[in-house]
């Protein structure tokens, strides 16, 4: 129970400052309006995070936190293929809509430079199990390819979500992302199809 509850403070502090931080800027956002907004204590920020910077490698979490909530959906698509491509286009729709630009640029940086958990790549977070478990359900229903390794295609497909991610940043925003996915990650899924 102490774990949940543990949990559940961490997750409430990392919603808070990612809703504070799109609605008025990273820069603007303080510590106390975190602690306000997420109903916790100042020592329980300080518990779970050095300062705010730290914030910015948690992005990783609200983004599992997502594919938590897709995951109840995808019973509802039969092909892998499918099940993929609306991940993605469900991801990145949430990403262009309430996360800013700047702020994915800060961590998409953070993450190029940092030298300890780079938690974009973190092969426990639920992204990776979920790929996983997809693509190990398209190679056993024959859709997906054999020759390469359920992880192999995984990390295609991290590559090619990542890809896109710095190319939007790289570009200022100046194309819809969401748009953009929708006919590029075709492009790098059909190639694990049989």
């Not at 910077?53 to 698509?77: R, S, W």
């Not at 990776?128 to 990390?155: C, H, P, S, W």
Request: hydrophobic letters at 40%.
């Amino acid at each position: 129970m102490a774990q949940k509850s543990s949990k559940n403070t961490r997750g409430k502090i990392i919603s808070a400052a990612w809703t504070l931080f799109y609605d008025q800027g990273y820069d603007a956002t303080t510590i106390d309006e975190i602690v306000a907004l997420s109903e916790t204590s100042k020592g329980s920020f300080y518990h779970y995070f050095d300062g705010k910077d730290a914030l910015l490698g948690t992005l990783a979490y609200l983004f599992d936190e997502k594919y938590e909530e897709l995951e109840e959906q995808l019973p509802a698509y039969d092909r892998c293929y499918d099940k993929l491509i609306f991940l993605n286009q469900e991801l990145f729709g949430m990403v262009e809509n309430s996360i800013s630009l700047d702020l994915l640029a800060r961590l998409l940086s953070t993450q190029l430079v940092t030298r300890g958990e780079k938690h974009l790549l973190d092969r426990s977070r639920l992204y990776y199990r979920l790929l996983r478990k997809i693509f190990q359900e398209g190679q056993e229903n024959g859709e997906l390819r054999a020759d390469l390794t359920i992880n192999e295609m995984v990390k295609i497909y991290a590559v090619a979500e990542r890809a896109l991610l710095y190319d939007w940043c790289i570009c200022n925003g100046e194309y819809s992302l969401k748009s953009y996915a929708s006919s590029t990650m075709p492009l790098f899924i059909g190639n694990l199809q049989k």
